[in-house]
């Protein structure tokens, strides 16, 4: 067993181990090499991976949260191992390589993600599970009608709508996301590396609504081949309560699966009960969970 730091060659060996474990994730080998090749900027971003004679079997990331205004927060992302090569101790050295990262970097209070059978392996290494995240799936055949928006609405795909004008609804529709830690200081540049720059947005089937020439609402796809991830759903705080969150996700589906897509994914925050009955009310069906950790760094 050989823990190193990732390498872009390496994207097609941990998209295939992400789609073993996390059947329900979405993030294609393009998308892939360019995140380790080229880092979101602010967040001092790594990763690594464990080898078994030459085969990629583990693979952690993490990094400086540089999302939130609060300080000194860091992520560990998406820690997982083969299961035929777990109980060797590839997880723990792996998670020990990304908190030595992170104390290096100065970070304080750290974030992870835990299966709930790995609940028992994030207490023993110092972590409280805190929150329960819920992934669900729908089928898009058929696809959902494309829906008819109220008077004065517009319904554009962001291939009609200049990037910055997308990013300051997206900042302002999460800032009071259910969570850990507040997504309230996304930067412009952090925001076009990991969305509008992102190898997998799909800009035709991704939806915001437009009113009085402001953009109110949106909801971003990312996609790889015929699934696509739902990234984020949202509506401005003034004009919730309109059913507008509902209405451009209807529409990215629609146009997803207009242009291919068959399975649409998501994921929300157990407390996040709007988005959970609009999800439910599109037919998504539950397929798996997770639990957002927490502990202190030394």
Known sequence: MRIRTARPDDAPAVVALRALVYPYL???????????????????????????DDTVVGWVSAYRNDQTSERDVGEVAILHVHPEHRGRGAGTALLAAALEHLRDIGVRRVRTWALPESLPFARRHGFTPSRELRYSALDLRPAPPMPQPPPGVRLLPLTDV?????????????????????????????????????LGLDRAASTVAETGGELVALSLVKRDGDRMWSDYTGTLPTHRGRGLARLVKTAALHRAAAGGVRTAYTSNDEANAPMLAINVGLGYRPVGSSWSCLRELA
């Open 26 to 52: 979405v993030r294609g080998v393009e998308s892939t090499r360019k995140m380790i090749a080229q880092p979101p900027p602010g967040e001092q971003w790594t990763a690594y991976v464990v080898e078994v």
């Open 162 to 198: 200049e990037p910055r004008r997308v990013y300051l609804v997206n900042l302002a529709a999460a800032a009071d996301e259910p969570g850990d830690v507040p997504v309230d200081s996304m930067s412009y540049e952090n925001w076009s590396s990991e969305v509008w720059d992102n």
